[in-house]
């Protein structure tokens, strides 16, 4: 099968680490074979595929890789346990899964070339902690191959600036394997969202997101220019990282100006923070209701009594929201059924705006997902938001009473 004008200009491009984000059936798993063997054309060399699953390398890739070079005449030797081939000039190809039943055999090797497929759907830290130092001491090549998953790692990477990364889009109808009839029903078949993703590579907010409403567009700002001395400011209490997320509000508008973000900390520490960078402020904090109980600072003393002798206005619940009722109030305020967005985000709130983009909701449930990190703003967020313009209006919030 010979190669389409777009494969061919990933496969010619001398970049040493290249990101190609396409739409379905662009033969992708066929490129990245070529891939491998024009590297594998060397003696001595270490070549491996690594897809999501050791399962998924197999399905994907195993018989089709076989084929190829058993075409070529280069097989030396073949083993299918181990899912590797070794060529006559005894260098060697592997397929590999980046699951974490399988991620410790990545380990300790150098290697001379890797494709990552649809690592869209592989953790960041499997690149960065475990693959990317096995192509150090050989200044190895990467090829990055994915249709689009959100605003994840694959994002990340394909925007990335950096003279030795190169990275290519293409929709399914460049990509020249599929008819625009075929395409035109697909169209017909999925909704707005799912075609654009699977069918255009459109980097779109992904399906089991939580806060589905944020839209790069309409709620991240450039700058923003006010005069108010009164901020608002969410707090979600944690060890490692204690998280605040800094508002204004102007006209039941918010405006996430500024974000805080402490590892090893307590709630000591972030008061310190918030004084240093606001001196001359009137500053209105809604913390995490658990803060009437919780004590992550030594000597006694409850998080919410600390935030209140250190001075701030403090507006707490007495028992915690649903946490349905903090990601509805947000998701409002991010854009309601009128379509109109009342919850901005500063452009260089970097971490706010990753967190809204990625968290989700575990697997087959509606219970929101904590392992990834990205609940910490959110959750600070949810509790000014929730506070302020409540879905449940059916409850009177009450200061806290000062103690000690």
Known sequence: MPLTKPQKEVLTCDKRFRVLISGRRFGK????????????????QRVWYVSPSYRQSKTICWDMLKEQMIKHKWIKKINESELSITLRNNSQISLKGADNSHRDNLRGVGLNFIVMD????????????????????????????????????AYDLYSKRDPEWQSFKYTTLEGGQVLQSEIDQAKNDLDERTFQQEYLATFITYAGIIYYNFDRDKNIVETFSNNSTTLHIGLDFNVSPICAVVAIIENDSIYVVDEIQIYSSNTNEMVEEIKNRYKNNH????????????????????????????????????????????INAVNSKLKNSNGKNSLFVLKSCKNV??????????????????????????????????????????????PPSRWS
């Open 118 to 153: 649809e690592f869209a759907d592989i953790q960041p830290q499997a690149w960065y902690e475990v693959l990317r130092p096995t192509l150090s001491d050989t200044l190895g090549h990467a090829l990055f191959c994915s249709s689009p998953k959100g605003f994840n790692f």
């Open 283 to 326: 500053t209105v904090i809604y913390p995490d209701p658990s803060a009437r109980q919780r004590k992550t600072s030594a000597g006694g003393q409850t998080d919410l009594s600390i935030l209140i002798n250190a001075g701030f206005d403090v507006k707490c619940r007495n028992k915690a929201p649903l946490v349905r009722d903090r």
């Open 353 to 398: 705006i990753k967190s809204l983009e990625r968290q989700i909701y575990k697997e087959g449930t509606h219970v929101p997902d904590k392992d990834s990190g990205f609940d910490h703003f959110n959750d600070a967020l949810g509790y000014l938001v929730e506070y302020k313009y409540p879905i449940r209006r059916n409850f009177e919030p009450s």
């Open 29 to 44: 798993t066929f490129l990245a074979i070529q891939e491998m063997a024009k590297f594998a054309r060397f003696p001595n």
